[in-house]
T-cell receptor, first 114, second 109 residues
């Protein structure tokens, strides 16, 4: 799964700052998913995007969080005005098509809010 | 409500001691059941997908099976390098995965 690239690997932000997490999917993959893993909790779905479209954002908090996957460039998960509770590992996964296809995960971005 | 429950939460085995991990699920419209392995500080690594009851898949010392209510991940004669957290997830809808909490497996040499 080394093909899904996430950066940065570690990110420290002060409360109230913005966090931008980037995800470049595997070559040939046009579907991107973001998941959040809180300490001592399982992975939780946040959002599913295709190029230039948000398909399912049912797991994303309504405020402060947004995601995009532009025609060119990586997918971005943006968290505005971060709070301590946003500290978590954020994982991106990609797949070549929708449906019953396994998704490959990146190594994650570990966000710490101080 | 869709639920995925893995047991046990943690399991310690001696090298060579075979065992099974359980994943029970209640989900409407199951489209697939996935097993992943996750090492500390890393992303989940895909192991298997199972689509229908009775299906089995094998990879090295691991074998995954599926019934209508649960899946088992059997590990035969494990080695220390098999130590990891094993995650079970069910696919719902277009692509959303619902994960269990994982089983933390430790294999002692």
């Amino acid at each position: 799964n080394a093909g899904v690239m996430q950066n940065p690997r570690h990110l420290v932000r002060r409360r109230g700052q913005e966090a931008r997490l980037r995800c470049s999917p595997m070559k040939g993959h046009s579907h991107v998913y973001w998941y959040r893993q809180l300490p001592e909790e399982g992975l939780k779905f946040m959002v599913y995007l295709q190029k230039e479209n948000i398909i399912d954002e049912s797991g994303m908090p309504k405020e402060r969080f947004s995601a995009e996957f532009p025609k060119e460039g990586p997918s971005i998960l943006r968290i505005q005005q971060v709070v301590r509770g946003d500290s978590a590992a954020y994982f991106c996964a990609s797949s070549p098509e929708g449906g019953n296809t396994e998704a490959f995960f990146g190594q994650g971005t570990r966000l710490t809010v101080v | 409500e869709d639920q995925v429950t893995q047991s046990p939460e943690a399991l310690r085995l001696q090298e060579g001691e075979s065992s099974s991990l359980n994943c029970s699920y209640t989900v409407s419209g199951l489209r697939g059941l996935f097993w992943y392995r996750q090492d500390p500080g890393k992303g989940p690594e895909f192991l298997f997908t199972l689509y229908s009851a009775g299906e089995e898949k094998e990879k090295e010392r691991l074998k995954a099976t599926l019934t209508k209510k649960e899946s088992f991940l059997h590990i035969t004669a494990p080695k220390p390098e098999d130590s990891a957290t094993y995650l079970c997830a069910v696919q719902k809808g277009a692509q959303k995965l619902v994960f269990g909490q994982g089983t933390r497996l430790t294999i002692n040499p």
